[in-house]
């Protein structure tokens, strides 16, 4: 079982950054490859970058590349998302989620553990 538990969300003014936390509860978080996720109002949660369980790897979605960053510390239990040059349209509740098997990064159904999100708003 792990636990996962958001912050760093707030109201930023375009062009700002923020840097979103993930702790994880649980003595085997180093096992679980993790990602980064968002939802806005009426629309579909939607992937926005993931990490592997040793952080060698990264995932982005087209639409944060080169303007988000997601990295890990598994000596913290902790995944974070740095996220730059922000637009309104990144607005959103942004979700933390963990899974343990190896297969794809980019599906909401690969993910095994959820946190409750941490809202996003991005003034224009």
């Known amino acids: 079982q792990v636990q996962l538990v958001e912050s760093g969300g707030g109201l930023v003014q375009a062009g700002g950054s923020l840097r979103l936390s993930c702790a994880a509860s649980g003595r085997t978080f180093s096992s679980y490859g993790m990602g980064w996720f968002r939802q806005a109002p009426g629309k579909e949660r939607e992937f926005v970058a993931a990490?592997?369980?040793?952080?060698?790897?990264?995932y982005y979605a087209d639409s944060v590349k080169g303007r988000f960053t997601i990295s890990r510390d598994n000596a913290k239990n902790t995944v974070y998302l740095q996220m730059n040059s922000l637009k309104p349209e990144d607005t959103a509740t942004y979700y933390c989620?963990?899974?343990?098997?190896?297969?794809?990064?980019?599906?909401?159904?690969?993910?095994?553990?959820w946190g409750q999100g941490t809202q996003v708003t991005v003034s224009s």
């Open positions: 989620a963990a899974k343990y098997y190896i297969g794809t990064y980019y599906y909401i159904s690969q993910y095994d553990y």
């Open positions: 990490i592997t369980s040793r952080g060698a790897n990264t």
